[in-house]
């Protein structure tokens, strides 16, 4: 099956700091998502971006599909951006299955 | 009232109980999954139910026994559990089976402890 690998698994940044985080796949992709998980355990959709490139506020996200990765942006971070972050992909060929990484923790300093 | 509803939020249960988690959305989907998160390991896809019609069974155990009556409510039916099925069970819809151009919304979890 396809394989979905996020780096770094872990990251720790002070307030403000800017950070990157990447989604590998290893297949092609008819769908990718970005979640954030809180500390409550739910879930928070943050892009659907099979492709191209999407801004919502401090965060943005691209996908270069024909290279199989994908790219989260948070800028100026906040202690309220803590939590797991998740990249799923979904293969080209209308698989049932949308598979998940291992997810990056990131942890936000004051 | 968010999109997806999880009851109840936290389940201890006993290895010979029986349970049931529940799983509403009020989105207008028509594709409802069941995904388990355990410690130190990524979300694992269970149980998929397209327009009511189970269309995925991912190598589960038979103690787990999904239910869907209709497209908007999901329930996952728990017996006779181990310890180590104690992790974070999370619901999910899309709009449809399938994943070209459709996000999947998740709900809250029920996080689920098996003594």
């Known amino acids: 099956g396809i394989q979905v690998e996020q780096s770094p698994p872990d990251l720790i940044l002070q307030e403000g700091a800017n950070s990157t985080l990447r989604c590998n796949f290893s297949d092609s992709v008819n769908n990718l998502q970005w979640f954030h998980q809180n500390p409550w355990g739910q879930l928070i959709n943050l892009f659907y971006?099979?492709?191209g490139t999407k801004q919502n506020g401090r965060l943005s996200a691209t996908t270069v599909a024909t290279e199989r990765y994908s790219l989260l942006y948070i800028s100026s971070s906040q202690t309220t951006d803590s939590g797991v972050y998740f990249c799923a992909v979904a293969l080209q060929g209308g698989s049932e299955k949308l598979v998940f990484g291992k997810g990056t923790k990131l942890t936000v300093n004051p | 009232e968010t999109g997806v509803t999880q009851t109840p939020r936290h389940l201890v249960m006993g290895m010979t109980n029986k349970k049931s988690l529940k799983c509403e959305q009020h989105?207008?989907?028509?594709?409802m999954y069941w995904y388990k998160q355990s410690a130190k390991k990524p979300l694992e896809l269970m149980f998929v139910?397209?327009?009511?019609?189970?269309?995925e069974n991912n190598s589960v155990p038979s103690r787990f026994s999904p239910e869907c009556p209709n497209s908007s409510h999901l329930f996952l039916h728990l017996h006779t559990l181990q310890p180590e099925d104690s992790a974070l069970y999370l619901c999910a819809s899309s709009q449809e089976g399938g994943w070209t151009n459709t996000e999947a919304f998740f709900g809250q979890g029920t996080r689920l402890t098996v003594v």
């Open positions: 139910y397209n327009f009511k019609e189970q269309t």
């Open positions: 971006i099979p492709s």
């Open positions: 989105l207008g989907h028509n594709a």
